[in-house]
C-alpha cells in the first residue's frame, strides 16, 4: 500500500501509472492501457511530446517565470497566434492558470461592464469550483454549503427554446458549454445557439462560450466559436490548450477587449513563459500534425465502430463521444480497465465519456470496439440523431 500526504479528493482508479506515450499509459505493474480519457481532455497531442519538452527545457534556460509586470516576447507570441487560430471575432486573450479562473474573470468582466448582478446558464453544466464558476451549476450537494455567497443564476434547459426569454435585462452573462460534457454528452443544437445569441444581444447579456472540453481542435475545428455563424463575447479555454502544463485563455471580441481598464484582470502567474511555450509548442503540433482534421475522423469512426456489445447510442462529435449504456455505465468502465482501456463517466449513468488524444489511432478503435463486443448487452440502434437528446440527468 503507498503511503500519500495528498488529499483523497477524488475517486481514482485502481492503478498506478508510471509513464505514457501518445495515447499509450504504461503502469508501476508493467500493464499498458489506451488512453481514452487523456487526463480528463487535457493531453490533447498525446502524452510525452519531445517537441513540449524541448519548448520547454529551452525556455527555462531562456528565462523560467517573469510576470506581467514586464512585457515578454514569449507570451505576446502565444496570444497573437492564439486568437489567430480561434478566429470567430476573438481579437485578444487574457492568460490565467484553469478553466474555472477562466470563466470567473469572463463572469466579473460580465458583471462589471453591465452593472447587473445576475448571471443565466445550463441546467447540467459545469464551469468550475470557483464562486462564479459554481454558481453557473446545478449541483445542490455543492452549492448549498456556499448559497450565501454565491451569485444568482437563472437556469435554463439545454435546447430549451422557449426558455430563453428568463434571460432578461437582468441578466449580465449566459455561460454555456456547446456541448455539455460532464451532463452526458448533450450538444446544443445549431438553432438554440442561433436564438441564444439574439436574445443575448436583445437584452444586452454577453454571451460566453465555455470551451474548456470542446476547443482546440477537439470536435473537428478549433473552436465552436463561429459555428453557424454565432460569435460569442468571450470564450474560455484550459485543459488542452498547454497539453498538460497548467494553462487557462479568456478570449475576447474587440468590443469586450475596448472596455478593459488596468486592473481589470490580474494573475500574477498567468501568462508565465513556461505556460506560453508550452501553448505555441501545442499549436504548431495541432496545426502541423492537422489534428483538428484528424479529431473529426475519430469522431465519425466512433459513431461508425462503437455501437456494439452494450452500447445502444454514440453521442457527441470529434474527439468528445458518449457511449449510451442503458444497463449503467460504471460496470463497463471498469470490464473496459480490466481489458487495457481507460475511460470516464459522466453525471448520465447510462453515458460513458471518451475524451481521448486527438492523435488517438485508428488501432485503437478497433480494439475498443472489440473490447466492447465481447461485453454482455444487446444492441439495439445504431448512432444517435446528431443533436443529441436532452433528457432528466444526474446533477454533477
Known amino acids: 500500500m503507498t503511503v500519500t500526504a495528498h488529499v483523497a479528493t477524488y475517486a481514482q482508479l485502481p492503478l498506478r501509472i508510471v509513464g505514457g506515450r501518445d ?17 480528463h481532455a487535457v493531453c490533447i497531442a498525446g502524452h510525452s511530446r519531445p517537441e513540449i519538452r524541448d519548448a520547454l527545457a529551452a525556455q527555462a534556460d531562456a528565462l523560467a517565470f517573469y510576470s506581467n509586470v514586464l512585457p515578454l516576447e514569449v507570451r505576446d507570441r502565444a496570444a497573437l497566434r492564439l486568437t489567430r487560430f480561434a478566429g470567430a471575432g476573438m481579437q485578444s ?21 453591465t452593472g447587473r ?8 453544466g459545469w464551469h468550475g469550483r470557483t464562486l462564479l464558476a459554481l454558481s453557473a451549476t446545478t449541483d445542490a450537494k455543492l452549492l448549498a454549503p456556499l448559497a450565501p455567497l454565491l451569485c444568482d443564476c437563472v437556469k435554463v434547459t439545454p435546447n430549451a427554446i422557449d426558455e430563453l426569454e428568463r434571460i432578461d435585462e437582468t441578466v449580465a452573462a449566459v455561460l454555456v458549454e456547446p456541448i455539455l460534457s460532464i451532463a452526458g454528452i448533450v450538444e ?37 466559436a463561429g459555428a453557424h455563424g454565432v460569435h460569442p463575447d468571450m470564450l474560455t479555454s484550459a485543459k488542452g490548450l498547454a497539453n498538460g502544463v497548467p494553462a487557462g485563455a479568456l478570449f475576447m471580441s474587440a468590443a469586450v477587449a475596448a472596455g478593459v481598464k488596468s486592473g481589470d484582470l490580474g494573475s500574477t502567474f498567468g501568462g508565465g513563459p513556461l505556460a506560453c511555450a508550452a501553448i505555441l509548442a501545442t499549436l504548431e503540433i495541432i496545426e502541423r500534425e492537422r489534428l483538428c482534421e484528424r479529431a473529426a475522423r475519430i469522431g465519425e469512426s466512433c459513431r461508425e465502430r462503437l455501437c456494439v456489445g452494450p452500447v445502444t447510442h454514440v453521442l457527441g462529435r470529434g474527439c468528445l463521444v458518449g457511449l449510451k449504456i442503458p444497463t449503467g455505465a460504471r460496470p463497463v468502465q471498469e470490464a473496459l480497465l480490466m481489458r487495457g482501456f481507460i475511460t470516464g463517466t459522466s453525471a448520465d449513468p447510462a453515458v460513458l465519456r471518451l475524451m481521448p488524444p ?12 472489440a473490447a466492447l463486443a465481447a461485453l454482455p448487452g444487446e444492441n439495439t440502434a445504431n448512432v444517435s440523431p446528431p443533436i443529441a437528446a436532452v433528457a432528466t440527468r444526474e446533477r454533477h
Not at 23 to 34: N, P, Q, S, V
Not at 191 to 220: H, N, P, S, W
Not at 358 to 369: F, M, N, R, S, V
Open 23 to 39: 495515447c499509450r499509459l504504461f503502469a508501476a505493474d508493467g500493464r499498458e492501457y489506451w488512453d481514452f480519457y487523456g487526463g
Open 188 to 224: 446544443l443544437s445549431a438553432e438554440f445557439l442561433k436564438r441564444l445569441r439574439e436574445r443575448c444581444t436583445a437584452v444586452g447579456a454577453m454571451l460566453i462560450y465555455d470551451e474548456i472540453q470542446t476547443g482546440m481542435g477537439r470536435l473537428g475545428r478549433p473552436f465552436v
Open 117 to 124: 448582478t445576475r448571471i443565466a446558464a445550463l441546467t447540467g
Open 358 to 369: 486527438l492523435t488517438l489511432p485508428e488501432a485503437a478503435i478497433d480494439a475498443l470496439a
Open 93 to 113: 486573450v487574457f492568460f490565467c492558470n484553469s478553466g474555472a479562473e477562466a470563466n470567473e474573470n469572463a463572469m466579473k468582466l460580465a458583471i462589471q461592464r
